[in-house]
């Protein structure tokens, strides 16, 4: 394990259902991230909270919504999700009074599969 | 644009041989580039990082190289085992405080 654990592990989804992702890291971090990770494509950047404030949103759709309600735990509220949503969603934590130097520590991910 | 390029094509090398991995960029000027393995299912390892200003950096039987003129990093497995067969990803970092921009990934199979 890296410190980083995500829940569920696999998710399967109506289009019409709300679930929750969950992240939780107790390795000290403050900026905590959402990847989505699709065949083929490069890790794309979705939301950052730094010290639980979210300092980016990287032109998400509204469907979905975090969450950071503490710097250990991190959430992505799913709704009315979309069949191109099916994707790896991974969690990330890092250090950033450290800087590059450690880089990114990364969950296992949801598999995420909207039908 | 800006395009971080790595090996699209899976990279078959036998056991015991050096693999190379390549990570091209264009119109970035990143501080520090960073790479990580992935294993399927998984989420990305952290392995090495190399600063703007470093031509080489090595840990166990990896090396890396940093070219900022040819915009072009050079990850090596010496030694190569089948356990190393995973996909490799090449990641930017522009300021210390900034995020990091990920390639797609080389994926490498060490065949034994």
């Known amino acids: 394990e890296t410190g980083v654990t995500q829940t569920p592990r696999h998710l399967v989804m109506g289009m019409t259902n709300k679930k929750s992702l969950k992240c939780e890291q107790h390795l000290g971090h403050n900026a905590m991230y959402w990847y989505k990770q699709s065949a083929k494509k490069p890790l794309e950047l979705m939301f950052v909270?730094?010290?639980?404030?979210?300092?980016e949103n990287n032109s998400v759709p509204s469907r979905f919504s975090p969450e950071c309600p503490n710097s250990s735990h991190l959430f992505l509220h799913l709704h009315t999700l979309q069949p191109e949503d099916s994707a790896l969603y991974l969690c990330?934590?890092?250090?950033?009074?450290?800087?590059?130097?450690?880089?990114?520590?990364f969950g296992s991910g949801t598999r995420l599969t909207v039908v | 644009s800006q395009k971080i390029e790595q090996n699209s094509e899976a990279l078959n090398i036998q056991e015991g041989k050096t693999a190379t991995l390549t990570c091209n960029y264009t119109?970035?000027?990143?501080?520090?580039l960073q790479w990580y393995r992935q294993d399927p299912g998984r989420g990305p390892v952290f392995l090495l990082l190399?600063?703007?200003?470093?031509k080489e950096k090595r840990k166990e039987r990896l090396k890396v190289t940093f070219d900022t003129t040819l915009k072009q990093s050079l990850f090596h497995i010496t030694a190569s085992q089948p356990a190393d067969s995973a996909t490799y990803l090449c990641a930017l970092v522009l300021n210390r405080d900034d995020k990091i921009i990920f390639g797609k990934g080389t994926r490498l199979h060490i065949l034994p």
């Open positions: 909270y730094n010290f639980k404030e979210q300092t």
């Open positions: 990330a934590s890092s250090h950033p009074v450290q800087g590059p130097n450690y880089g990114y520590t």
């Open positions: 190399i600063r703007e200003n470093e």
């Open positions: 119109n970035y000027s990143p501080a520090y």
